[in-house]
C-alpha cells in the first residue's frame, strides 16, 4: 500500500505508476466541495491529480486510488464550493470504476476517452455535469442522496433507461421537456432493450432538474 500525506502543503501535483494494472478504480470516500475528472489513453501514469488545500489523504494500492478528505464544515463548503479542489486525468486505456461518496457541491466528468466499468455517486450533488463514452454492455450509473441540477451528454447511438425514486422536477431528454414526476419514475429511450452497449441510470432521492441529452458539448471542466 502507497500512502502519501497532503497536509502539509497549500497544494500537490500527484501521480501513480500505470505499472501492469488492467483495470483501475478512483474512489473519493469523503465530501468534497469540488472535483473534475477527466482521462487520457496516451499518458504512461495510472493517476494524476492536483490537489488544492484543504488537502486529501491519498492511497494505491494496485490499480486502486481511495482519496479521503478531512471532515468539512459549512464554513469550509462556503468557502471552497467554486473552487476546483481535485483536478484529476485517469490512464483511459484501461476500464474504470468510479466511485463518490459523502457528497459534493461540483461534479464535472469528461469521461469520452474513458472506458468507464460503472459510476456512483453517493451522498448527494448539487451540481453534475458529465460527457460520457462508448459503453461496453450496460453500464450502470447509480446516483443517490438527491441531486440540484443533473447534465448528462451521451454518444449519438447510444440508448438508456432511467429510473428515478424520489421524483423529479423537471426533465429534458433528448429535446423532449416533461414536467414534475412523482416517485419511482422509469423511462426509456429507443432501442434500450435490444441494445448491447447501453446506459442504466439510477437515481435516488430526487432531482431537481435534469437534461440527458445525445449531444456530446465542449468539455466544460474548468
Do not use: C
Request: aromatic share 6%; glycine share 10%.
Amino acid at each position: 500500500m502507497k500512502s502519501i500525506d497532503l497536509s502539509t502543503t497549500s497544494s500537490i501535483d500527484f501521480e501513480s505508476t500505470l505499472g501492469d494494472n488492467a483495470y483501475g478504480k478512483l474512489a473519493v470516500v469523503s465530501g468534497v466541495p469540488r472535483i473534475t475528472i477527466d482521462g487520457n489513453a496516451a499518458m504512461p501514469q495510472l493517476l494524476r491529480a492536483h490537489f488544492v488545500r484543504p488537502l486529501p489523504d491519498v492511497k494505491v494500492k494496485g490499480g486502486e486510488v481511495r482519496i479521503r478528505y478531512p471532515r468539512y464544515s459549512l464554513l469550509n463548503w462556503l468557502v471552497y464550493w467554486r473552487q476546483p479542489l481535485a483536478e484529476i486525468t485517469i490512464n483511459a486505456s484501461i476500464p474504470w470504476i468510479i466511485e463518490l461518496r459523502g457528497g459534493v457541491s461540483s461534479f464535472a466528468a469528461d469521461l469520452r476517452q474513458v472506458q468507464l466499468s460503472g459510476l456512483d455517486l453517493r451522498g448527494g450533488i448539487s451540481h453534475l455535469w458529465a460527457n460520457l463514452p462508448e459503453p461496453a454492455g450496460t453500464v450502470i450509473i447509480r446516483v443517490g442522496g438527491g441531486v440540484s441540477d443533473m447534465t448528462i451528454h451521451r454518444p449519438e447511438s447510444i440508448p438508456l433507461e432511467i429510473q428515478v425514486r424520489g421524483g423529479i422536477g423537471s426533465l429534458t431528454l433528448d429535446k423532449q421537456h416533461f414536467g414534475a414526476m412523482g416517485n419511482r419514475t422509469r423511462l426509456k429511450t429507443p432501442g434500450y432493450r435490444d441494445a448491447i452497449n447501453r446506459y442504466d441510470i439510477q437515481i435516488s432521492g430526487g432531482v431537481s432538474n435534469i437534461s440527458i441529452d445525445k449531444q456530446a458539448l465542449v468539455n466544460q471542466i474548468s
